[in-house]
């Protein structure tokens, strides 16, 4: 029988309730996560009982997550994943200031990369003048790359802010709305203002759109332009054609940053003629530019969410598959 270990961490310098969660999830994502291993809450003593190897691993785990809640006030699911895979891999000491470093904080929230594909992704554009992130629905590639370009201009490393959009239909015909041409473009940028308000303060954002400091604009608009001195978001860019997209990236001025998102497996173009797709087979390799390949695995909305990417991507496997074998017939 393999000798078992017995520990007592003292919970101590933090939020007990806020700490645990709701009906204690956090010691229930923990049991699920280490099988071996017995977890009893008393007080604020956790005592933990199991193979000497995994109590040792979440007596460190328990540690790091302690810290990271005194730096920031809560853990989130995605921090307790994120700090098993770090403890496992030997990286867990500083495992919470890793984790707890934030891109910028807007009203008393911290935005910050929540996993390793994430901080790799944020790591890309501190280092790369064009970079690429692209993977499915909910791993931050937007949002984090809005964060960074808040950050650039707090910083004075650019003096404007251009996020834009192709103003492609997905599924639904808003041509024959009424309205001016803005009306109808409005839907398709809205996403990017949200996301733009929810990085400065309310009154700060109309000041700076006036002034021309932050942009928001279909990518039509960038057609014959040269952006120098300006962090540029093309969001969505899974629906550029190729011709839209080598017109894109060939505004890059002086002084200039481009993040490209986009989810390959959702492109609303007619016949998924993807200048994301193509762009990625001809300018991997290039110097200074790179791609950032998220997975399911860097999600952090609801875990659902990942599951539910999950199902599609089994899901199109079968079908490519299916469709192989019917070829070969």
């Known amino acids: 029988m393999d000798p078992e270990l017995q520990r007592t961490i003292s919970l101590t310098g933090v939020d007990l309730a806020a700490f645990l969660g709701d009906r204690e999830q956090l010691i229930g994502q923990l049991e699920s996560e280490h099988p071996s291993v017995s977890f009893h809450v008393r007080g604020d003593l956790l005592t933990v009982r199991g193979p000497v190897d995994a109590v040792r691993e979440v007596e460190q785990g328990v540690g790091e997550m302690l810290e990271l809640a005194r730096r920031n006030g809560a853990v989130s699911r995605s921090d307790v994943k994120e700090v098993g895979r770090l403890v496992r891999e030997g990286n867990g000491p500083g495992a919470a200031q890793m984790l707890a470093e934030p891109i910028l904080t807007v009203r008393g929230r911290a935005v910050r990369p929540q996993t390793q594909g994430q901080r790799e992704y944020v790591r890309a554009m501190d280092e790369h003048t064009v970079v690429f992130g692209i993977g499915p629905a909910g791993t931050g590639k937007t949002y984090l790359a809005m964060a960074k370009a808040v950050q650039s201009l707090q910083r004075r490393e650019v003096s404007k802010i251009i996020l834009t959009r192709p103003a492609v239909e997905a599924g639904e015909h808003l041509g024959y709305l009424p309205g001016t041409l803005e009306d109808k473009i409005d839907p398709y940028l809205r996403p990017l203002f949200d996301a733009v308000g929810a990085m400065m303060e309310p009154d ?39 011709e839209q997209m080598k017109m894109f990236l060939t505004r890059l001025g002086y002084g200039s940053k481009i993040v490209v998102t986009g989810d390959l497996t959702q492109v609303d173009l007619p016949h998924k003629s993807s200048g994301l797709r193509q762009v990625s087979r001809i300018l991997r390799g290039v110097d200074d530019i790179h791609f950032s390949d998220l997975t399911a695995d860097d999600i952090v909305r609801h875990s659902l969410v990942g599951r539910i990417v999950d199902a599609y991507d089994a899901h199109d496997a079968r079908d490519t598959s299916s469709d192989q074998r019917s070829a070969n017939v």
Not at 215 to 228: D, F, H
């Open 204 to 242: 700060l954002v109309p000041r700076l759109m006036a002034s021309g400091t932050i942009e928001v604009a279909p990518l039509a608009y960038m057609r014959g332009r040269t952006l120098n001195e300006s962090f540029v978001v093309l969001d969505e860019a899974q629906n550029t054609t190729p």
